[in-house]
């Protein structure tokens, strides 16, 4: 098992590790964009149900598997469907960096908390109604209709103005921000919950509405009994007084007490950490997960660049490959599919070892290399020289007791050879093919071929010799 998992970690390549890194730190973008929000606990639900479909699949449960697959197919159409709202304030985010880098959003200035704070209360206590929104990490346009523009600093009077006077404004919602009121009047989505006490009314219905499709903070003053409550993550709640009220302005605006931003980090550390090993497990499913293991062995194709060079001998002529990857293209493979080509790259004769690496290797796509035995070839390089050498007929077999050869003519005589040096200077004489006396019984003729070792070459004429033999009874004692 140790060397299963130790051959498995050899075949990552640094490829593998950018394309793991990538993905993880889309997942972790992911994460930081949607979390707390009900899109987020549908993919954290996707996820485990991708889980069980893997283990499904690991332990044979063929069936199981598909309909978990047809599940996740159908639910991940759903969302797209159900929360296309929540992914169309994220594609229309004013900043791009709040997509790809950025952890928190400040909407609104810390400067413009006790402006928003008194006049809320001071609405209260007149018993006048208001509604105002504060968004999150993304915008809250692809939601709410209406308004008029306003875009003017955040202050006090301003707000109570709005929401005092008989026209138009008073009855919508105010957005802030940064440090600026942007629009007034505008309208919310009415929640459809059917749960709420009776004594909620419209307006607190539109700002819960507003928190169950995304991230904003919206703060209701009650009209009848001057209530002021918090609408926030498909929840509302009442709020006491301005300490409660500027606690959770901080907290959702990201101006927290040093220690919650230490454990803020401290979250993200653990989500990026939790993001990577997720995607590697993914990774290893399906780039691994079906991985096996096979070897072959190939012959080791020898390319030279010198013409008056040639190859004397290769040793090992064959080398065995270990492969790693998919079961189905494994069982596949042969032999003619993986070439192992070397490339001599010395003119000189002399013996030379070069190493094989995977860059000696074509293998087919998805396969990948993980041992080769031996990983080293040693070839012996000479110079190709000319030579005649005289030509002899290889006589084999036995002659009739009664008959005697006594002349033979071989035409022609002597060839010229093309061949390394060393194996030419060796050479006295070349013989013909084996040639059988066996049947002779009188005078002919016979054309046979040269027998030649593979590095050697005839110049000038074929590989063709005729062979003129003449034969007599043996005289009787």
């Known amino acids: 098992m140790f060397d299963s998992l130790k051959l498995l970690l050899s075949t990552i390549t640094v490829r593998d590790i950018i394309d793991i890194v990538i993905n993880s730190y889309i997942l972790f973008r992911i994460y930081v964009l949607f979390y707390g929000t009900a899109l987020f606990r549908a993919l954290i639900g996707i996820v485990i149900l991708f889980v069980c479909q893997r283990i499904s699949s690991n332990f044979g449960l063929v069936m199981t598997s598909y309909v978990i697959q047809g599940i996740i197919t159908i639910a991940l159409f759903v969302l797209v469907i159900a929360f296309r709202h929540e ?36 609405l209260s206590r007149k018993r006048i109604g208001a509604l105002i929104v504060i968004p999150g990490k993304y915008s809250v346009s692809p939601f709410v209709t209406g308004g008029t523009n306003i875009n003017s600093l955040i202050s006090e009077e301003l707000l109570e103005t709005i929401f005092m006077s008989k026209g138009p404004l008073h009855d919508g919602a105010v957005l802030v921000d940064k440090n600026r009121i942007t ?13 709420l006490p009776s004594y909620y009314g419209t307006r607190h219905r539109a700002a819960l509405g507003l928190s169950e499709v995304c991230d904003a903070l919206v703060i209701v003053v009650s009209e009848e009994r001057g209530e002021v409550s918090i609408a926030h993550e498909r929840e509302i709640f009442p ?24 454990k803020q ?10 993001c990577f090993l997720v995607v590697t497990g993914v990774w290893f499913t399906f780039t691994r997960g079906q991985t096996t293991f096979s070897s072959i062995e190939v012959p080791v194709e020898i390319i030279k660049k010198a013409p008056d060079i040639d190859i004397v001998s290769t040793s090992p002529n064959n080398v065995k490959l270990t492969l790693s990857g998919p079961r189905v293209i494994l069982r596949s493979i042969n032999v003619n599919d993986i070439d192992l080509i070397v490339k001599i790259k010395d003119e000189k004769p002399g013996t030379y070892i070069y190493d094989i690496t995977s860059k000696n290797l074509s293998l087919p796509p998805g396969i990948k290399i993980v041992k080769l035995d031996p990983s080293r070839v040693t070839i012996k390089l000479d110079r190709i020289i000319t030579k005649i050498i005289p030509v002899q007929v290889n006589w084999v077999g036995k002659l009739n007791p009664d008959i005697l050869i006594t002349k033979c003519v071989v035409s022609p005589k002597a060839v010229k050879l093309r061949g390394p040096r060393s194996l030419l200077n060796s050479l006295s004489t070349v013989y013909t093919e084996p040639v059988t006396v066996d049947n002779i019984t009188k005078s002919g003729e016979l054309i046979t071929r040269i027998h030649l070792n593979p590095s050697l070459h005839v110049i000038g004429m074929g590989y063709d010799i005729t062979v003129k033999y003449e034969v007599k009874k043996r005289a009787s004692d």
Do not use: C, M
């Open 183 to 195: 629009r007034a009047g505008v309208v919310l989505p009415l929640s459809e919950e059917e749960e």
């Open 265 to 274: 980090y401290l979250r993200f550390g653990i989500a990026s950490i939790l």
């Open 87 to 122: 992914i169309r304030g994220i594609l229309q985010t004013r900043n791009i960096g709040d997509i790809f880098w950025r952890l928190s959003k400040k909407r609104i200035d810390k400067s413009s908390y006790q402006d928003i704070i008194d006049a809320v209360f001071s």
């Open 239 to 262: 709020i006491q007084d301005k300490k409660d009220l500027k606690l959770l302005l901080d907290s959702h605006l990201g101006n927290i007490a040093k220690e919650k931003v230490d």
